[in-house]
């Protein structure tokens, strides 16, 4: 495996954000991705916490406009921010909506036809944790932790559900908590994962916490803004709630009032994630 | 004066970012703004700042990429933005370069022909404060400070020193300090204001400094990263430095190991400003 290329450092509460490209394997392009390296970073490893982006973004946008970098360089904490698809592959009907393909990967493995590329889970699970380890000394890549924004949000629970063990505490801001009884969900798995629900319900979190067999000590924090606009149609996050607690899944759903689906209400609450995560990353 | 019209308002911190239109008398068009009301904006009267953006910004930059609402909202202040120059006039040349025209208003009275709606020292000095005063309760535009980065580090610098009293304390990041001196300055001055360098001492902060004869007892405070790649041949702080201290007006200028001209910069050191115009304004 080729190293990654540092194509940009900047430096932010005495740490760096670092963006890097490289050729991934599972998504058969090149691909870029960012971590911003606490203060803590230069002398001794630190932990990690994925950030999973929602529909449209980048690896880039959680640092620009969350405010993250604050509270990680705080705690001593790495944060990896990737792409929300492959790009550059030119697949037909790629980039005709900005809720499906190009920027709209849903952190699964598509088994459809053309979007044979969108292998996001592979890559955010298993190329990208190796990748970092074999790259970057600095990282302690055995202590991670998971959260993102609606679609990524969803990405973090169900990474976090599927891969027991590998992620010491999930969060999430708006997830996309039930996708396949939802219209964004419906319209990605179809596309990706064709007709058949079974595969649908290995990629859904409402439908991965019920037969959820992994430590159940460290609580999963949600943030659900009440004036989010997706709220009802797209959200649904009282679902994944009740599931989860019918499998004795401990959930802390917080509804916050007047906050709608924007980075402005991650940014109200992106410390209060990062404290959450650094509780069972340091402990 | 029209009142203004209210085109968002997005929930942060437990304040609001609301954005507003209105027809400016003083640059002869239709232009924006934005207010961050912090929560105890819906209490009581709260002091205002001002916040001058750099080449190429509208009034949205700062909100979106600094995180100074977190410290705002803690210390009951109010954040102003404005746009940083008139927009849609279709004035020849307007747009054909990033750092002249549009979005580069530079906070003066424009002199020369073309450019007579180029009002910007009028409409952020006069029109902007009797158009809050007018419209806005919770702000108590007695009690207001002034800073920005960039050009509008620099138009906070020379706003404070030509209206001595009517800030209450003025900061800066990376500010072009002597403008008359520099590649950017020079653009500006001579097309705004012609060939008469006595018009450009009138707007040059390093000119200004010399002959200051307002309130000296709160020092002005400058951030200018150490590794910004605009510092040598478009910034020079040293030359505002050393004329502030000939003058007796105090300067704390701080040149931060590492860091460059980015809002990732401004972003890491906003609470520090926050905070220094908090101590002026709740004295």
């Not at 790259?135 to 890549?141: A, G, H, K, W």
């Amino acid at each position: 495996m080729e190293g990654p290329q540092q194509i940009a450092s900047t430096k932010m509460f005495g740490g760096y954000n670092k963006r890097y490209k490289f050729q991934s394997r599972a998504l058969g392009c090149e691909t870029t991705f960012t971590i911003f390296f606490p203060p803590a970073a230069s002398e001794k490893k630190v932990p990690i916490i994925y950030w999973l982006s929602g529909l449209t973004c980048t690896d880039e946008n959680v640092f620009i406009k969350s405010g993250v970098q604050r509270p990680a360089a705080d705690q001593g904490i790495a944060i990896i921010g990737m792409d929300t698809s492959p790009r550059g592959l030119n697949v037909e009907g790629e980039s005709d909506s900005w809720d499906f393909g190009v920027g709209a990967g849903f952190y699964l493995n598509a088994t459809q036809g053309k979007w044979k590329n969108w292998q996001m889970y592979d890559y955010v699970t298993k190329e990208l944790p190796e990748l970092l380890k074999a790259n970057f000394s600095e990282l302690d890549t055995s202590r991670a932790s998971i959260f993102g924004h609606s679609m990524g949000g969803h990405g973090a629970l169900t990474l976090y559900l599927k891969n027991p063990g590998a992620y010491k505490s999930a969060s999430a801001f708006a997830p996309i908590s039930n996708p396949s009884a939802v219209p964004w969900g419906k319209k990605a798995f179809s596309n990706y994962l064709g007709d058949d629900k079974s595969a649908w319900e290995a990629y859904d979190a409402t439908c991965l916490v019920k037969n959820y067999q992994g430590p159940k000590s460290v609580e999963i924090l949600i943030d659900q803004g009440e004036a989010d606009g997706f709220l009802k149609e797209q959200l649904q996050p009282e679902n994944f709630k009740k599931a989860a607690e019918a499998a004795g899944v401990p959930v802390n759903l917080r509804i916050q009032s007047g906050y709608d689906h924007s980075y402005y209400f991650i940014s109200t609450f992106i410390e209060d994630h990062v404290m959450h995560h650094a509780k069972a990353l340091h402990s």
